[in-house]
């Protein structure tokens, strides 16, 4: 069975850009969680899909930044315009409802903003 | 005050040695709480996770929840060249749903000496 997959492994990007970031959840997890760890700093919820709606997205930083989960699927986690405090590594995991409800992590986006 | 408090390490230990890794968090929401490994370029696994307060045994490692002290731990016996990695605590009000989302401690980066 695949795992979570995110693409790209890492991005390097001009203040002011826009990257795009992918997550391939499990199939057949509803839920879809995206963290951000920033260097030096603990692991950070950023937020969080059941199929296609936002459960949580308490955690987004600011307005730069646009989640979408279209069909319930995969998820793309937009930045626009980057700016250099947004550099870090950028993880999703997945899990379902029943019976196991553990989160699957995927290896992380490292997005370098210079 | 940070919800959740791990010490950073760096913890360097022999081959064969008990490993005692803690956790300390201030929110009294927090029913479910795991414990991950992660590789370097890796995205973090789950490795135990444990329901309110009291121990939960796996082969060599040993998770344990004191709720009256907000206090967790994660013991690793006998431990071996490949635990070398970081080890993540991790929190939540809930293990699916809303409030699912995970708070997690900073990390400690163990390296075991052949």
């Known amino acids: 069975e695949a795992g979570v997959t995110q693409f790209p492994s890492h991005s390097v990007i001009e203040k002011g850009q826009t990257v795009t970031l992918r997550c391939d959840p499990i199939?057949?997890?509803?839920?879809l969680y995206w963290y951000r760890r920033v260097m030096g700093k603990e692991i950070k919820f950023l937020l969080h899909?059941?199929?296609?709606?936002?459960?949580?997205e308490s955690g987004m930083p600011n307005n730069r930044f646009l989640a979408e989960r279209t069909g319930g699927t995969y998820s793309t986690l937009k930045v626009q315009p980057a700016e250099l405090e947004d550099s870090g590594v950028y993880f999703c995991?997945?899990?379902?409802?029943?019976?196991?409800?553990?989160?699957?992590f995927g290896q992380g986006t490292r997005l370098t903003v210079v | 005050q940070k919800e959740v408090e791990q010490d950073p390490g760096p913890l360097s230990v022999p081959e064969g040695a008990i490993v005692s890794l803690n956790c300390t968090y201030s929110?009294?929401?927090?029913?479910?709480f795991m414990w991950y490994r992660q590789y370097s370029r890796k995205g973090p696994e789950l490795l135990m996770y444990?329901?309110?307060?009291g121990n939960k045994e796996d082969g060599r490692f040993t998770a344990q929840v004191d709720k009256s002290s907000k206090y967790i731990s994660l013991f690793i016996r006998d431990s071996q060249p490949s635990d070398s990695a970081t080890y993540l605590c991790?929190?939540?009000?809930?293990?699916?749903?809303?409030?699912?989302?995970?708070?997690f401690g900073k990390g400690i980066t163990l390296s075991v000496r052949p």
């Open positions: 444990t329901y309110s307060s």
């Open positions: 995991a997945s899990s379902q409802e029943y019976p196991n409800t553990e989160a699957f």
């Open positions: 899909f059941v199929k296609e709606s936002k459960q949580d």
């Open positions: 929110n009294s929401a927090f029913q479910y």
């Open positions: 991790a929190m939540s009000s809930f293990y699916t749903g809303a409030n699912s989302k995970l708070t």
């Open positions: 199939s057949g997890h509803d839920n």
